[in-house]
C-alpha cells in the first residue's frame, strides 16, 4: 500500500476530523486528546543516528487505496510514554480472530479445518471475549453456523465488519501495547504488513486489520511504518523480546534497516528495553522463521524451547544452536533463562510437503493453554510438559493436523487483547 502523501484531503466519513488528523490515528482536540505536533525544524530532538530509519507517523489511516492521504507527524513513541506489550500470559479481555475463508491457503482441505478451528473458539469463551473479523453478514451467518454445531456460546462472540484476505490475526491483527496509568489505557500499534516477504499478494485487507479495529474502539493508533509480524517476537512482560534473525533480518521485509534500527523500532513501539535473538525457524516454516514455533516465554524466566532429538531430522542441528544460544543469554535481571525443553511432533507431510507443525504454536488464553496436536505418538508428552508450566491453566489439546496444512495453527490465528 502507498505512503502517505503531503497533500490531505478532508473526509469525516472516513474518520477525518475537520484538520485533516485521524480521529482513531491521531485524535484532535475534540476527542479528548491532544495532538503532539512539531514543525519541520527538529533541531531541539536528538539525533538517533538511525538516519536509515523511515520517520514514524501517528496519522496514516491507509484503510484502501482510495483512502485519505496524510503527512506523517512526529510525536513521542509509545515506549516514551510508558505503554508496553504485556505477556501472553497476562490477563485478557478478548481474543482477535479472523475467519478463514481462502481457500488458497488451505487447498482442498478447507472445509475440514472449521470444526477444529470452532473448537478453538469455544475454549476461548470459557474465559474471555471472542472477537471475529468477518467480510459481512454472509461470512458472519457462515461462521455462525459452524460455531453453533460446536455449541460455543455465542454470547462471548463479537463479530466485526473488517473484510480480510486470510486468517493469520496473530501477524496482521493490532497489537496492543497498555498503560494503567494513563487515561487512555490501550493504544494499538498497526505494523505494516506484506504477506511474509510478498509472499502471498493480495494483503492489502489485512494490512488494514489494526487500523479498523483503533476506529471500531476509537483507540489511538502508531504506525511505525517498518513490516513487522506478531509472530516473529514473544514477550516476557517484564521488557525482554525474544525474536530471530531470520524472519526479522530478512531482506524480503525490511531491506533499508540494518538490525540496530530495527531493535530501536522494537523498543519504541512495543515498549521494551531488551532484544534476544536467535537464528534459525523449523523446516516448512514459510514465514522465514517466526519465533512462535520454537521458542515461547511462559514465564518472566522460563522458556519452552523446541528440541528435535533424531539427529537424521533436519530440524536438530537448528534447534540445537538455537539451544545453545539461549543458553548463553541474560534477562535483564541478569539471570539466565530457565529453559524447558519441548519436543518437535513426528515429521507431517502432505501431498509431499513438509509441514511447519509444531507444539510451541500453543496460544495462552485466561484460563487454558491451547495447544496443537498432531496425530502423533509424542502429543501426550508434548501435553504433559507444558502442562508442568501452567499450574492456574488447563492444557487442552486440539487436532491440528488439517489446520496446519495452511502453514500455521492456533498462535498463528490469533492475537490477544490485553485487560487493563
Known sequence: MEKPESTIKND?????SESGLSVYGL???????????????????????????????????????????????????????????????????????????????WPGKIETIYPPYAQFIKELTKGELVRINVRDEVMQEFATE??????????????????????????????????????IKKIIVDWDYNAWGNKYPPYDLDDDIPTRVGLEFQLPVYF???????????????GTLMTSTACLLNKNRNPHLQQAAIEKYLM????????????????????????????????????????????????????????????DMRLLNGKALDIIKLPMPDPLYYNGQRLPASYANFYIANRSVIVPTFRSKKDDQALQIIQSCFKDREVVGIDSTDIIWGLGSFHCLSQQEPLV
Open 224 to 238: 511505525p511504518g517498518i513490516v513487522m509480524e506478531g509472530g516473529s517476537v514473544d514477550f516476557n512482560g517484564a
Open 12 to 16: 469525516t466519513s472516513s474518520g477525518l
Open 146 to 183: 459452524h460455531l453453533i454445531k460446536a455449541e460455543v456460546n455465542l454470547d462471548r462472540v463479537q463479530f466485526f465488519h473488517h473484510p480480510t484476505n486470510d486468517a493469520w490475526c496473530r501477524d496482521h491483527g493490532p497489537a496492543f501495547l497498555i498503560n494503567p496509568d494513563q487515561k
Open 268 to 327: 519504541d513501539y512495543y515498549g521494551v528495553h531488551q532484544i534476544l535473538w536467535v537464528e534459525d525457524g523449523i523446516i516448512g516454516d514459510d514465514t522465514d522463521g517466526h519465533i512462535d514455533d520454537t521458542v515461547r516465554f511462559v514465564s518472566e524466566n522460563t522458556v519452552l524451547a523446541v528440541v528435535e532429538e533424531n539427529i537424521q531430522d533436519e530440524n536438530h542441528l537448528i534447534l540445537d544452536h538455537n539451544l545453545k544460544l539461549l543458553k
Open 27 to 105: 485524535p484532535d482536540s475534540a476527542s479528548g486528546l491532544s495532538v503532539h505536533r512539531l514543525s519541520d525544524s527538529l533541531s531541539g530532538l536528538p539525533d538517533s543516528g538511525l538516519s536509515d530509519s523511515p520517520t514514524p507517523g501517528l496519522s496514516d489511516p491507509r484503510l484502501s487505496d482510495s483512502s485519505p492521504r496524510l503527512p506523517n507527524y512526529h510525536s513521542l513513541t509509545p515506549r516514551d510514554q510508558g505503554y508496553y506489550f504485556p505477556a501472553e500470559f497476562a490477563p485478557h479481555l478478548a481474543t482477535w480472530l479472523s475467519w478463514p475463508h481462502n481457500k488458497e491457503s
